[in-house]
């Protein structure tokens, strides 16, 4: 399968500092990558829709000024998690989605990261 | 929009039995179906999937079936190996929502696999 790559794998902020993490699509290119959030022992929620060259679309209750996302390249998505708290740690992965028209093409995911505000 | 629901939650097999979790989905124009494993403190993995145009699709142990019909579709693990303790997801996929069409993902079903 296609490698989705995610950085950093874990981090650990004080309550009030930003944390941005990155998602690498290694050997394809993506228009469309999502970002998710998973809860202990729970499914993945998406947070986000983050389309190449436009503006991320985001999943209801979630709040755009604090999930800050950019896709400025076919490779590379950015999420940052702007004046971090304590309710914000969590386990956030993205996905790449690789080929197909309109919607289409299979899913790849990164490994996650894992964040803890103190 | 769609609705996954996935049983069971928990599923407890000896190795070399074969394991079955079953998906069912609302939106009848989901055509597209994936399975991911997702083993502790890591993201999910991509293991087999199926399209709405074919019943069945395998790949060596691993086999998914759908039932347009009934709106379901499962996982059959055969042969089942410790390394296959995981969780896995089952997603659907409606084409309706364009280049912004999402997966809609199950509630998962942690798998154990005993000696």
């Known amino acids: 399968g296609a490698v989705v790559s995610q950085h950093p794998s874990r981090v650990i902020c004080k309550s009030g500092t930003s944390v941005k993490i990155e998602c690498r699509s290694l050997?394809?290119?993506?228009?469309?990558m999502f970002w998710y959030r998973q809860f202990p022992k729970q499914s993945l929620m998406l947070m986000a829709t983050s389309n190449e060259g436009s503006k991320a679309t985001y999943e209801q209750g979630v709040e755009k000024d604090k999930f800050l996302i950019n896709h400025a390249s076919l490779t590379l998505s950015t999420l940052t998690v702007t004046s971090a708290h304590p309710e914000d740690s969590s386990f956030y992965i993205c996905s790449a989605r690789r080929g197909g028209l309109l919607g289409g093409g299979e899913l790849f995911f990164g490994e996650g990261s894992r964040l803890t505000v103190l | 929009g769609e609705n996954v629901e996935q049983h069971p939650s928990t599923l407890s097999v000896q190795e070399g039995d074969s394991a079955v979790i079953k998906c069912t989905y609302s939106d009848s124009a989901s055509n597209y179906f994936p399975w991911y494993k997702q083993e502790l403190g890591k993201g999910p993995q991509l293991i087999i999937d199926?399209?709405?145009?074919?019943g069945e699709k395998k790949d060596q142990r691993i086999a998914v079936t759908l039932n347009k019909t009934a709106k379901h579709f499962s996982l059959h693990i055969t042969e089942t190996q410790p390394e296959d303790s995981a969780v896995y997801f089952c997603a659907a996929r409606s084409p309706l929502g364009g280049t912004a069409s999402k997966l809609t993902f199950g509630t998962g079903t942690r798998l154990q696999v005993t000696l």
């Open positions: 199926i399209r709405s145009n074919v």
């Open positions: 050997d394809f290119q993506a228009t469309t």
